[in-house]
């Protein structure tokens, strides 16, 4: 979702190939092995297949909205997706698929991801997107985030004390950049009709 929310920013436009991962298409295998999506193959045949790497090369291409800023803005910026990446993903993942880690209760999986979110709260407080007054590359690399965690149980995340979260989370939700890539698109096949993201 945040390589969608990049691309959409950045004002480019990409060849899009919906992938079901269950049953991926050896095309996208033959490009990337790892098999896991998003990949991007640029014109040059050279391969992203990280989604973070791909938010960054579409904001180098263009960046009509400045989410990129400073190099002290990136710098921050990479700083906070490292800790999202490495930290909160990791509690995200074992809250929403609890039962797969039945070690513990989902509640403290989320307790433990809770965390981050004070993190996140505490900037908030201070100024309207993560890094400061104006919409960064930190604010669409975490959202999606935030939304997966939020729907794992929407009421208990509506009832917290991160309301400046709350808002922010709100902003990105009811956005027109949001609602431009959520559009649904039949998995690719072979010879399908190019579909211009």
């Not at 640029?42 to 990129?68: F, G, K, Y």
């Not at 999202?84 to 990791?90: A, I, Y």
């Amino acid at each position: 979702m945040r390589a969608r929310l990049a691309i959409k920013c950045s004002g480019i436009h990409v060849q899009l190939r919906e992938i079901v991962l269950r049953n991926k298409p050896a095309q996208m295998l033959a490009i990337s092995p790892k098999g896991t999506v998003p990949v991007m193959q640029l014109a040059d045949a050279s391969v992203i297949d990280e989604s973070w790497n791909i938010v960054h090369w579409a904001t180098q291409q263009q960046d009509p909205n400045n989410i990129r800023g400073n190099i002290q803005r990136v710098k921050e910026a990479n700083r906070l997706i490292a800790k999202n990446d490495k930290e909160f993903k990791t509690h995200l993942d074992h809250y929403k698929y609890a039962d797969r880690f039945p070690e513990f209760p989902a509640e403290h999986y989320r307790s433990q991801a809770e965390t981050f979110l004070a993190e996140l709260e505490q900037r908030l407080a201070q100024h309207s997107f993560l890094i400061d007054h104006k919409p960064s590359l930190a604010d669409i690399g975490i959202f999606p985030f935030i939304r997966q965690f939020a729907h794992v149980d929407i009421e208990w995340f509506r009832q917290t004390k991160y309301v400046n979260l709350h808002r922010w989370f709100d902003y990105y939700l009811s956005s027109d950049l949001f609602t431009s890539i959520m559009d649904k698109y039949a998995p690719w096949t072979e010879g399908q009709e190019r579909v211009v993201f």
